[in-house]
């Protein structure tokens, strides 16, 4: 273990079973409390026992980022373990329509929107006041000083850099998202906290390997043909691991990115040049 974020509160909002079960391990390795929320406690049980059983500390709690009663529920839950939270990671998705626009209807738009954008922001306006008890305010005479800052880290996609007929519903959700990034980053700012979007191209585990399956048994082929056919596009021809996702997050997380604000990082192996 290293304590990277020794003594620090990371809350992982929308923690699932790949990325943020993967997150979660990595940011107790580095000594962080970590919070996982979302709405299935037998799965944050599993993630937290993991957690413990390997040293670390977490918690879990269950949300529904869609209901502000939950998520005000939510914040009581983490400041009964802690008075501050240095990083806020929101990840909460759920599979959108993807269909052409003239198939969706405004109900699923509007969902992904609530779920995606809404959540994040209902989310960090009830967090701003232990995201603001991390910080500390700049001293002017010290030129190589790195103060203390929050992070709070949101989810995107790749999607935001493509207009592909299917995805229609999930990049106005995702654009959205980062559009609020940008807004909060700026509201958020003078109160030491910092405000970033990651977007993956695709993250490669379990999940992404289950749809490679179906669309392998759908259209022919094999998974490493749907893998190849994929990743064709990619200047590093793979895809990332759910570690090369978590990695960035974790850089925006920490010291290292305390200047760093108001970003989108997309980590897609080489798909977009952004
Ligand atoms: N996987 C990819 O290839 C990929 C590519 C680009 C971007 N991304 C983005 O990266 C993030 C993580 O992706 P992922 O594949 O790890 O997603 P995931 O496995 O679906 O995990 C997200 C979790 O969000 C939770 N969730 C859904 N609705 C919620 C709600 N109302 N309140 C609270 N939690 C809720 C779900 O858990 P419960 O059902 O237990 O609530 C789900 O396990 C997402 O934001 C996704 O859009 C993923």
Redesign the pocket.
Known sequence: MSDSLKGKTIVI????????RTLALRAAEEGATVVV????AS??DEMVDEIRAAGGTAHAA??????PE?VRGLRETVAQHTDAVHGLV??????PSMKPLAQTDHEQISRGID??VL?ALRTTQEFTPLLEACAATADVEQTDAVPASSSVV??????IHHSRERYAG?KIA?TALVALGHSLATELGPRGIRVNT????????D??RSYFEHLATKYGGTVEDVYAHTAEKMDLRR?PS?RE?VDPVMFLLSAAASAVTGQTLTVDCGEFHT
């Open positions: 909002v929308g923690a699932g079973p790949g990325f943020g929320a979302a709405r299935t799965r944050l269950t949300v529904d980022a869609t209901d939950s929101y990840g909460a998705f759920a599979v779920l995606s959540g949101m989810m995107a996609s790749a999607v999930y995702k990651v977007a993956p191209g695709y993250i490669y585990g999940t992404l895809l759910e996702i």
